[in-house]
């Protein structure tokens, strides 16, 4: 493997991070350093991905001693899935797994959910349960969405009532992730709010099998199924919305996307869209529904889910609330 630093590693972090991002970064580089970096990014043609897992694994250990390991985490695999095309980006996140020592609950940010799948299918439903409320949501339903139809239901129920994990199933957890690829480690035991988690995981699937599941908890516990769809965030969700809020979504959310999400939805839904923004643009949005020829559910699905994705990150961010989630509020 190269041996890479200084300079020429932040290089190849901000090749990896690409244009938009690294643009960011280098307004907080004094002018030397934006010389000194641009200099060695110019003389650079290609990147192996192998330098590409070693400059990230250094980002993490600098990350995690500065207090921000998770964000580290996920923004690391980030920006290796929209670096790199799929294939490889799944070679270099196998790669940090299994390089990343002794810490097999962390390297579950990093598995392919498949491999994650395949991993956890005889295990016992609880253990599945934790691995997933250790995952980050979006990877967590692609591993729901690879268990058997019987298990979906059972798993995502035990997620729901999740609230602290017992040190002894994150060393459990530890000894089934080394197996496939890490050393073992000491976790101390993590907190969970089971119900959220649980929601957020559905947010992330098609909502024929989201619906099969909450079905499934229903049946046994309607109190925890309804807390669960109190949580949810859903397409129709969007109507409850008021106009800055509105608003501020469409600034975040691609016309494509959008065109596709509004196919076939509610026309109530489609007006509250057409009515927060200008008149020339809904009716080119209008115009580009129409003339659009057949679209698959799935499409228009994945779709609205990622329009709904803008619109939980704004809320998270508090830049948008939800009627019913204001509290009491001061003009």
Do not use: C, W
Not at 80 to 90: D, G, L, N, R, V
Not at 100 to 118: C, H, R, S, W
Not at 290 to 319: M, N
Request: aromatic share 4%; glycine share 6%.
């Amino acid at each position: 493997m190269a041996n890479i630093k200084g300079v020429e590693k932040a290089a190849v972090l901000l090749i990896n991070i690409g244009e938009s991002l690294a643009s960011e970064v280098m307004q907080f580089l004094s002018h030397r350093e934006v010389q000194d970096v641009s200099e060695n990014i110019a003389k650079m043609e290609s990147i192996a991905y192998d330098v590409g897992a070693e400059v990230t694994r250094d980002f993490l250990s600098t990350s995690e001693e500065s207090g921000l390991a998770v964000q580290g985490l996920e923004f690391a695999r980030n920006v290796i899935e929209s670096t790199f095309s799929p294939e490889k980006a799944k070679r270099v996140l196998e790669q940090i797994a299994k390089e990343t020592e002794g810490d097999g609950i962390k390297a579950l940010a990093f598995m392919d959910p498949t491999a994650v799948a395949n991993m956890v299918r005889g295990e016992h439903p609880q253990i599945i349960a934790i691995i997933l409320a250790l995952m980050p949501p979006e990877r967590a339903s692609l591993v729901v969405k690879q268990l058997p139809e019987i298990l979906m239901g059972d798993v995502m129920q035990r997620v729901a009532v999740i609230e602290t994990i017992p040190q002894a199933a994150l060393n459990e957890i530890e000894a089934v992730v080394r197996e496939q690829v890490l050393d073992t480690d000491d976790s101390p035991g993590d907190l969970v709010e089971g119900v959220k988690l649980a929601a957020e995981i559905l947010n992330q699937m098609e909502s024929a099998t989201e619906s099969s599941i909450i079905e499934f908890i229903d049946k046994s516990s309607p109190e925890l199924a309804t807390k669960i769809q109190e949580k949810m965030f859903v397409f129709v969700d969007l109507l409850e919305m008021d106009d800055r809020s509105m608003q501020a979504i469409l600034k975040e959310v691609d016309t494509e996307s959008l065109s596709v999400a509004l196919k076939g939805a509610d026309e109530t839904l489609a007006e509250k869209f057409f009515k927060n923004m200008s008149e020339r643009a809904a009716d080119m949005l209008r115009e580009d529904i129409e003339t659009r020829g057949p679209v698959r559910v799935s499409d228009v699905e994945a779709a609205q889910i990622a329009v709904v994705g803008v619109a939980r990150k704004l809320e998270q961010d508090g830049t948008i609330m939800r009627a019913g989630k204001q509290g009491d509020l001061i003009e």
